[in-house]
């Protein structure tokens, strides 16, 4: 673990970046810790990721549902109080989501600013 010392994060004071999908929008709330993103993480109703990622992510789901499509042809869906992991280069995956959902997710800061 990086060497962070104790803090709180107030989210709805944490500012919101926007990052257009194929369909809809991601409005992103992050905190960088020198090497360590920890989001949380909008998806607008109909939201479709633009692109494949295959960087590693640990994601909590608050609200709403995640579709996980991965490159194998397999989905998955993530419903509230659930997660997943994956680390990088393991598994391409794209996200969807039909009615919106709210993520908290903790993954490494990469040159990939979509993700």
């Known amino acids: ?12 004071k944490v500012k919101v970046t926007t990052h257009p999908g194929e369909l809809g929008t991601a409005y992103w709330r992050t905190i960088d810790h020198g090497g360590l993103r920890v989001r949380m993480v909008e998806y607008s109703p109909g ?3 633009d692109h494949w990622c295959e960087l590693g992510h640990i994601i909590f789901c ?13 989905s998955h869906v993530l419903k509230e109080n659930m997660s997943y992991l994956v680390s990088d280069q393991m598994s391409k995956h794209k ?8 993520l908290f997710i903790v993954d490494g800061e990469f040159l990939d600013t979509k993700a």
């Open 1 to 12: 673990m990086l060497p962070i010392p104790y803090q709180t994060i107030d989210w709805s």
């Open 47 to 49: 939201y479709k990721a």
């Open 62 to 74: 608050i609200k709403g549902e995640l579709i996980s499509e991965l490159a194998d042809g397999t």
């Open 95 to 102: 996200s969807s989501t039909k009615e919106g959902a709210l």
